[in-house]
């Protein structure tokens, strides 16, 4: 119903409505009420209007002019990115930057090397099933959460706790759990570095088995030894033909297989013998030497880091528009090239069209269906928290998280494509069935596609173009993992906010310093290790303690309000926010977290320790994962720990003052603090910082911007009913 108080309001015909007395009585008291908050709301006009004509003809204000509260609201919506809202902090400085910053960094390796496999692998296109529910009741709740929370408090990770002092412990951890996934995650990118390199010659170099590092188990060394006797040659018991104290080949392949002999592709040979040279190492405890082309590679991976980070998202923001949009176009060229293939369809329909129904019955398929959706969308890692930040107040989070969570799961499905083209036609070579073949993650990425792309024509120029996207692919999520380090100190300790790329340039040297670990013989070990343990089930008990804090601690009434005074009435087409809210209070507060539990349970259930394909590793190199599995945990409560010691009062006093917001929770900017209108004694300007005084003609009560129901102040268009839609 109207509010009568609304200058558009329509007083109802009487002869329809045929009220009686005291309901005539009622409606001429409301009337009159209207007609007084009419001439206040006049009134209050007029002199604002007086005052600010004052301001503008006094000569003193010529230059700097003081705009009109309503003003200063409308250029929230404005187009003009040439300046910032938030000068003190900064912001994207174009319209595309951040989505295409949040697509980069959800669309990482994991999209080409880990989807395709886990849909082979879960019953085909049956997968999409459970990968779709998880979409819509985990992935997109906490996507939206976060950019939300991030935007409304203009700060990273680490200080958006200010609503209840007790869960900064969850920044804590996100900074953690980011620097550990950085350190590694750019040393896979220094693989690819390599592996470019290596490319750019005629003939690649795992395309034969006639090098240093290739073993007598090459495949292409072994020669067929069903009659290894006939031959003259002994039969090894492991199933091995020898001619004298060298491999000639297999004479039983399921004996040798069952001693661990298989034979190895060439390109598995130059990956592990080449680039990991783990060859030359026994397991964890046998580091071995550094290898400079590694390291040099990995200090090339740093070195673009640095100078893409090094005026924050001013410089970031314009580098992913190339390394969002570059590996969208890499994919549409390989898959018209894997549709030229010969034998593509088999891995297409190995891929997707042969679905088996009988697979929802399984758990793990429905595990695996979150797990890939939680981690493929970088959730709880900090990121998308540290990169809302950046955001203006206005920004339609709401449609930005429906845009890059949706792009991001339409890219995996894509990316199947793309790589099961090339697995049907690797297949048909070999004359081998598309599942010996098909692998995921860093086998399919450094072994089998490279392996397929080795036996096309133009060789040379297929690896350069699928080297290239995954070096794109890998360094957008590497700038966000970084930001979310550099912003959580930053905002720490804002006095560095000027020697911001000092900043950057710490972190970098000294995350590259740890990576050097990985360069050396055992380093991919080492790395196995920390893909286990350092992003794992701690990262969805960081997802489940947000939404108890978003939910139950901060209250979900409260933090669908802030959402509404940034996105509006109808954020999403011609939808009201009123008509949406519940499902988000549904998700955030019910099946979010119950989703995230199932995951972490099933877990712990199915924990096997891990082994790296016949390396077992040894029980102080598990529990070395598990520390850095419980460092991040540690960190989520040593907060918590600290705030209730330092903390007034009585046991109980302390827990409600941590659980409680501090006075400057909220928006960064007073005109934005100001409409925060649905919390009683909130403080407009906790830091003195607002400039809109009474010196300079305009009072204060001026830009008191309220909600639309608020018969004082200006109007906020976040709230304008007949408004177009910012969808």
Known sequence: MSDPGDPNYDIPDSEDQKPDNNQLDEKVASLQKSVDRLCYKFDEFVTTQSQAVAVDQNPKNKKNKTPNGQQLVQDDFTTDFSKDENEERGNWS??????????????????????????????????????????????????????????????????????ASMFTGIGVAMVIVSALVAIYYNMIIAWSFYYLFASFTSYLPWQDCNNAWNTEFCSKNLKPAANCTDLGFREGQNGVCYNGSSVYGLWNASVAKANGITPRPASEEYLYGRVWRLYDSEGLHDIGTLHWDLALCLLLAWVIIFFSLIRGIKSSGKVVYFTAIFPYVVLVILLVRGLTLEGYYSG???????????????????????????????????????????????????????????????????????????????????????????????????????????????????????????????????????????TSIIDVMPRLRKYKTWVVLAVSVVLYLLGLLLCTDGGAYYLQLMDEYSGGWNVMLIAFLECIAICYVYGFGRFKEDIRIMIGDYPCCCIPWDG??????????????????????????????????SYVYPDWGLVLGWLMTMVVVVGLFIPLVYYMVVAEGSLGERFLSIASPRIDWGPALPKHRALVTYVPGFVRDPHGKDTMQMENGIPNDAFNFNTHDNPNGIHNPAFEKEAKSRF
């Not at 507060?589 to 099933?602: N, Q």
Request: with cysteine.
């Open 348 to 486: 297409i329909e190995f891929y997707i069209l042969k679905p088996n129904i009988t697979k929802l019955y399984e758990a793990a398929v429905w595990k695996d269906a979150a797990v890939q959706i939680f981690f493929s969308l970088s959730a709880s890692w900090g990121g998308l928290i540290a990169l809302s930040s950046y955001n203006r107040f206005h920004n339609n989070a709401l449609r930005d998280s429906l845009i890059v969570s949706i792009s991001n799961c339409l890219t995996s499905f894509f990316a199947g494509f793309v790589i099961f083209s090339f697995l049907g036609y690797l297949a048909n070579e070999l004359g081998v069935e598309v599942g010996e073949v098909a692998d995921g993650g860093i086998g399919l990425a450094f072994v089998v596609y490279p392996r397929a792309v080795s036996l096309i024509p133009g060789a040379t120029f297929w690896a350069i173009l699928f080297f290239i996207m995954l070096i794109t692919l890998g360094l957008d999520s590497e700038f966000a993992l970084v930001e979310t380090v550099v």
């Open 94 to 163: 174009g319209r595309l930057d951040f989505i295409l910053s949040c697509l980069g960094y959800a669309v990482g390796l994991g999209n080409v090397w880990r989807f395709p496999y886990l849909c082979y692998r879960n019953g085909g296109a049956v997968f999409f099933i459970p990968y779709v529910i998880m979409l819509v009741f985990v992935g997109i709740p906490i996507f939206f959460m976060e950019l939300s929370l991030g935007q409304f408090a203009s700060q990273g990770p680490l200080t958006c706790w200010r609503f």
């Open 580 to 613: 949406i809210y519940w499902w988000w209070a549904i998700t955030w507060g019910f099946i979010t977290p119950v989703g995230v539990g199932f995951i972490m349970v099933f877990s712990w259930i199915q924990y096997q320790p891990l082994v790296f394909g």
